[in-house]
């Protein structure tokens, strides 16, 4: 059974910076294309960024240049560095776990990210 833990949210101003992690347990991490998605208010979820085991990585162009995802493949968790925080970039954020082999889904719980003067 794939677990996701995400943890870092939390309440910013804009321009600031928060990290992001999410941790998988319960298959072989390799297995999984990784990845941020969000859901802002009253709006669908979007993607945020991917990255693959081979450490390629996509980004929307709404956060190309200000977030950065990374993993750490003996740890099992993926990164989002957000820098440049702006007022639309308050949303839920979710990490999603894709199997590579048969496309099945995971879906880390959410983490809250807010950006408010």
């Known amino acids: 059974q794939v677990q996701l833990v995400e943890s870092g949210g939390g309440l910013v101003q804009p321009g600031e910076s928060l990290t992001l992690s999410c941790t998988l347990s319960g298959n072989i991490f390799s297995t999984y294309i990784m990845g941020w998605y969000r859901q802002p208010p009253g709006n669908q979820r979007e993607l945020v960024a991917t990255?693959?085991?081979?450490?390629?990585?996509n980004y929307a162009d709404s956060v190309r240049g200000r977030f950065t995802i990374s993993r750490d493949n003996r740890r099992n968790t993926v990164y989002l560095q957000m820098n440049s925080l702006e007022l639309r970039d308050t949303a839920v954020y979710y990490c999603l776990a894709r199997n590579r082999y048969t496309n099945k889904d995971h879906w880390g719980q959410g983490t809250q990210v807010t950006v408010s003067t």
């Open positions: 990255i693959q085991f081979t450490l390629a990585t």
